[in-house]
C-alpha cells in the first residue's frame, strides 16, 4: 500500500539508476501509466497521468535486462528512459507523480 502523503514532487527528486522496473500497469481509459519499481535509492510507484504517447520497445539489443539505467527528461512531460537492456522507453504524459512505498 501506497501513502499518497508522501509524494514528492518530482521524479527528478528520486534516485532510479539500477532501479528494477517491477511492472508497468496502463490504465487506457483514463491516460494514465503506472511503473512499480525497487532499487536502492527509490522503492515505489512513479504515476504518469492524462498520458498522450508510451513508446516502450522490447527489444533487447544489450541483452535482456529489467534495470533501468537513467532518466533524461527531454521537455516538458517529455521522460526518456535508458533500460539496461538498450531499450529506450519514452513516455509523454502532462502529469508526474512520485509515492514511495512497497512494490
Not at 490504465?27 to 525497487?38: G, L, M, Q, R, T
Not at 498522450?52 to 521537455?75: A, C, F, K, R, T
Amino acid at each position: 500500500m501506497c501513502d499518497t502523503d508522501m509524494s514528492k514532487e518530482s521524479i527528478k527528486d528520486i534516485d532510479i539508476h539500477d532501479a528494477e522496473l517491477k511492472s508497468v500497469f496502463i490504465d487506457w481509459k483514463n491516460n494514465k501509466c503506472e511503473w512499480s519499481i525497487s532499487g536502492y535509492g527509490f522503492k515505489g510507484k512513479v504515476i504518469f497521468e492524462d498520458v498522450l504517447d508510451i513508446q516502450m520497445p522490447m527489444v533487447n539489443p544489450w541483452g535482456p535486462s529489467d534495470w533501468i539505467n537513467s532518466l533524461e527528461i527531454l521537455d516538458k512531460g517529455v521522460f526518456e528512459f535508458q533500460m539496461q537492456s538498450g531499450d529506450v522507453v519514452k513516455i509523454k504524459a502532462n502529469s508526474c507523480s512520485v509515492i514511495p512505498c512497497d512494490v
